[in-house]
């Protein structure tokens, strides 16, 4: 995956290293769409441009550095060309071109076959909201550095607000980037995906790795969420709800 490349990167001398030091995406947000290596690919996109978003929008690539798949997902407000009531006017004009929910996208890709599963959803406006104004929060004060170590989850975001794009990428967790917008907004998507996406799509993990094949991590959440009766495992899993908290 990605990180590969920047384990590379980081050990890199001369010239090479000197650039990335110099990379202004390394550290707070940029006013652009991601470039470089950390572009949002038009293999992971399934071919959909930023451009495409229009003046409002939201879109994600999830990359756990080990686990084995890739999440694609845009989040977007309808109708198309709605209103978001958080810049509606006061005197109630607006009322009638208000946006009344977000549509979610999400493509998973699967690196140890390449195929391709899709999902689509809407969600409630209020959900929808909260994670786009949560996120537009964040982005306004991140100031910080964006790569905590050479693998992890890397979360690449492209928020358009208004027609102006803010964009970052980061691989830090959210239990040590509480501010980092791209953390949070890793955690955010999640629970969108496990509340209103279809059952087997998401990962179980708070860090969206799902074990490739082969492999055996051991642990309760090394695969995509099922809904079960007893919680989280089932049958004579040790992972099984019931029979680690009873009552």
Known sequence: MRFVAL??????????AQQWRLDPQLEGTVTAALSGRLAISSEA????????????????????????YAYYVTLRWVPAGCIPR???????SDSARLCH??????????AATGAIALAQFHVPREDGDAVLEQL????????????????????SLERVRDG????????????????NPAAQLRGDLLR????????????RAEDWHVQPPG???????PGLAQPLDRGFGAGDSGCDAAKRWPG
């Not at 996109?45 to 084995?68: A, C, H, N, Q, Y």
């Not at 102006?164 to 501010?179: K, L």
Request: hydrophobic share 35%; aromatic share 6%.
């Open 7 to 16: 384990a590379m990167a980081l050990t890199a001398t001369g010239s090479a």
């Open 164 to 179: 102006q794009v803010r964009s970052m990428s980061s691989n830090s967790s959210p239990s040590y980037g509480i501010d």
């Open 45 to 68: 996109s399934g071919g959909e441009k930023l451009s495409d978003l229009g003046r409002e929008g939201l879109r994600v690539l999830i990359e756990p550095s080990f686990g084995r």
């Open 101 to 110: 929910a977000s549509h979610v996208r999400a493509r998973r890709i699967d």
């Open 136 to 155: 537009d929060a964040r982005l306004a004060q991140w100031k910080g550095p964006n790569f905590a170590s050479t693998d992890g989850t890397s979360v």
């Open 215 to 221: 492999e055996n991590w051991g642990g309760c959440s």
């Open 192 to 203: 969108i995906l496990l509340a209103y996406g279809p059952a087997g799509f998401a990962p």
């Open 86 to 92: 958080d810049r509606a006017k006061r005197d109630g």
